[in-house]
């Protein structure tokens, strides 16, 4: 038999720790606890309210070549948003008093509106049906979306005034305003739809109104708090537009999902005879330990994202960590303070489902009876479904949406389309930004004029001349190529091949002179490169430090392995679920999902992970044989955590309902992975595996006898009941 750290080493004689500290003092300062949680809330909703949200313009975000690219040409070129208004009729052609009528009156409304610059008239298409008008709008992408409403609402204006033509709107600007106010929308419907459905699902768990607004309740406010202190952070460290969204699906998941555990260990302990306090005495020292490894773990994850080597993954990374970590305190906080002033009036309002938990532990039972009994077959059974769900992961294509992923129902992207239908050369032009001593010398003109040639011999892929714009100091030159492709296809990466091909041959060869290729097809190209030197790094990070904390914490050198193994089955599985439902619709999986859900599926998998073996430890510790260690302590929180799975599961399938490609294919990604992980991997191969490892589970080589430990506590002896 190896040999097991001492049994009686992680009993204690009375509850200790941190979360055992603090479940107490909550518990006996409750006033000052819920008061506290309610000030902060309420601090960090006034402190968001007070800065507001700097997010990431596009040039920031932008990594590799086309970043140096962007933000070269940034610090050189007064920064403006270029806007095209596009007049069109199939019954009046350029020229008719009708169509110039409208031109006219467009221009004139235009002139006359706050912080709009150089109003022109534009091309004629090739029918004589359309027409565009130019504009500028001064500032920066996070200035010009805002400014944008005035000459949008002139627009309009001038479009009732000309019922029989069509005049609309698009641009740099306006894609950003309405893709900000979808962003807007998607976030309204998944909060209307969410927080209902949530507690539907803890209703029906908890079996009394009372206990199930609890979990919701902490994880609203929760939710609201760190969406508070994005703001203040945001104006240090500019975060995606995408955070709130996140913050929400990953907020009221964890948040939820630590207030079950905790109160689940409450009402396990006060259905034991136990007293309120010593109840929530128990559950601090145990589940309240659980959260804090859990949390822990969750956030080391997702710390991975800062070394993904982009300003979106930093963002992200930090409105994850920030939510997890809150939630976190909530629990160990604000929670057992609620849990001691309502006492049994946690179980007030009633409803026929209160014997829902015992059902469930009853399926349950039969299932891990079913698998502690075939250990092999249903370790076998499980592992080759996985694998099979995962096989289609291994034909992933990747790359960041481009316009032709964006909503149709977003009335600029509209207009684009007809602009690109109309005017076939104003698809979204490439950049090269020239720097050198001085671009106007005549080895780096001459340079830049053989570019111009070999641009203009690939017309299916340039479809328009290129124009150079000269900065006032003359060590930069910014060079706009009108380009075929919507950034992500194929059209757009044969584009960008050949343009940075032609770029470095011809300028790249002048002395003192460099050419860097920026737009939507660089960048998506270059996040795409930079991810891939990345993600090892990123990935080797989040498994090692999950590896030593699981290692610390169980004093087993088997159990973190182990758990890597499965996280990675139901990664891997999810994975492969993705490209089936969506790279055939879709075309490609959003580059920075895989990533994204890699870390976040890790961490969030480590919750249950933790706590179920949490439990079974725990038996371990009290004497029970490993199997029927592993029998109780799944069966004991199969419960507690199929309804927190399908709390998940809820939320992040909503996602996946919203006309948003990158959020749709998140939210099903994480509902995947979170069902195989509560079903297959807890289910049934968490506990065959355990099963055939018998004692083993808990082998640690003596020379690793040194480590530092974070022992989970085992239940305390509670005060006199």
């Known amino acids: 038999m190896p040999s097991t750290t001492s049994k009686e080493s992680t009993l204690h004689s009375s509850p200790r720790g941190f979360a055992a500290r603090a479940g107490r003092w909550s518990a006996r300062h409750r006033k000052t606890a819920i008061l506290g949680w309610l000030a902060f809330v309420i601090l960090a909703l006034a402190l968001g309210s007070a800065t507001g949200k700097n997010t990431l313009t596009t040039t920031q975000a932008a990594v590799g070549e086309s970043g140096h690219a962007a933000r070269a040409a940034a610090a050189k070129f007064p920064e403006s948003a270029k806007e095209n208004v596009l007049v069109r009729s199939s ?15 467009v221009m004139r409304r235009l002139g006359t509106t706050d912080n709009v610059r150089d109003v022109r008239r534009g091309p004629i298409s090739a029918d004589r049906h359309s027409a565009l008008v130019t504009f500028s709008i001064p500032g920066d992408e996070s200035r010009t979306h805002m400014l944008v409403s005035a000459p949008l609402a002139a627009v309009a204006a001038a479009a009732k005034s000309h019922p029989g033509i069509s005049i609309e709107e698009t641009g740099d600007a306006s894609m950003v305003r309405g893709i900000e106010q979808s962003f807007e929308r998607n976030m309204g419907k998944a909060e209307t739809t969410s927080l209902p459905l949530t507690l539907a699902i803890l209703i029906f768990a908890f079996g009394a109104l009372v206990a199930a607004g609890l979990p919701l309740l902490l994880g609203i406010t929760g939710v609201a708090a760190t969406l508070g202190l994005v703001g203040p952070i945001s104006q240090l460290v500019p975060v995606d537009q995408t955070i709130s969204n996140v913050i929400l699906l990953i907020g009221l998941a964890v948040g939820v999902d630590y207030s079950l555990f905790y109160l689940k260990r409450v009402r396990e302990e006060r259905a034991a005879g136990r007293s309120t306090e010593a109840a929530i005495e128990a559950a601090a020292a145990t589940s309240g330990r659980a959260v804090l490894v859990s949390g822990m773990t969750v956030m ?4 991975g994202m800062y070394l993904a080597g982009s300003p979106t993954f930093v963002s992200l990374a930090t409105g994850t960590i920030l939510v997890v970590a809150v939630s976190m305190l909530g629990s160990l906080s604000v929670l057992p303070a609620a849990l001691s002033a309502l006492g049994d009036r946690v179980e007030r309002g009633r409803i026929p489902f209160a014997r829902r938990f015992k059902r469930e532990r009853n399926i349950w039972a039969r299932v891990i009876d079913a698998v502690l009994r075939r250990p092999l077959v249903s370790a076998l059974a499980s592992a080759a479904v996985l694998l099979a769900l995962a096989f289609p992961a291994l034909g992933m294509k990747t790359s960041l949406p481009g316009s032709d992923s964006l909503s149709r129902g977003i009335p600029a992207v509209r207009t684009m389309d007809d602009v690109q239908a109309a005017f076939p050369a104003k698809d979204a032009p490439a950049y090269v930004t020239v720097e050198a001593a001085d671009v106007t010398a005549p080895a780096v003109s001459a340079a830049i004029e053989r570019f111009d040639a070999r641009v203009g011999d690939h017309p299916k892929l340039f479809p328009g001349q290129p124009t150079i714009e000269i900065a006032p100091d003359p060590t930069l030159a910014r060079i706009s190529i009108p380009s075929a492709g919507g950034g992500s296809d194929a059209t757009s990466k044969l584009m960008l091949a050949t343009l940075r091909d032609a770029a470095q041959s011809t300028i790249g060869s002048a002395p003192g002179a460099t050419a860097s290729v920026d737009g939507s097809a660089a960048q998506a190209a270059d996040f795409n490169s930079s991810l891939g030197r990345n993600t090892p790094i990123v990935f080797a990070f989040v498994l090692s430090a999950a590896f030593l904390l699981l290692l610390m914490t169980f004093r087993s ?26 790279q055939g619709h879709d075309g490609f999986i959003v580059a920075w999902l ?4 890699f870390v976040v599926l890790f961490g969030l998998s480590m919750d249950y992970h933790v706590f179920v073996l949490s439990r079974v430890r725990e038996a371990y510790d009290r004497g029970m044989r490993t199997e029927d260690a592993v029998a109780h302590g799944i069966k004991s929180t199969a419960g507690v955590i199929t309804s927190a799975a399908l709390v998940m599961v809820g939320v992040f399938a909503l996602f996946g309902t919203l006309d948003n490609v990158a959020l749709r294919q998140m939210g099903v990604g994480l509902a995947v992975a979170v069902a195989l992980d509560a079903t297959i991997i807890r289910g049934l191969l968490l506990p065959a595996s355990m099963k055939l490892l018998g ?8 020379r690793l006898g040194w480590l530092p430990s974070i022992a989970l506590e085992g239940t305390p002896t509670p005060a006199e009941a």
């Open 594 to 597: 895989p990533l994204f859900l």
């Open 91 to 105: 019954r009046f052609a350029a020229g008719t008093p009708a169509f110039e009528s409208a031109v006219r009156d």
């Open 695 to 702: 004692d083993w589970n808990w082998w640690l080589p003596s």
């Open 300 to 303: 080391i994850a997702m710390a």
């Open 557 to 582: 050198l088997v159990i973190p392995i182990k758990a890597i193994v499965l996280n990675l089955l139901s990664v891997g599985a999810a994975y492969g679920v993705l490209v089936t439902l969506f």
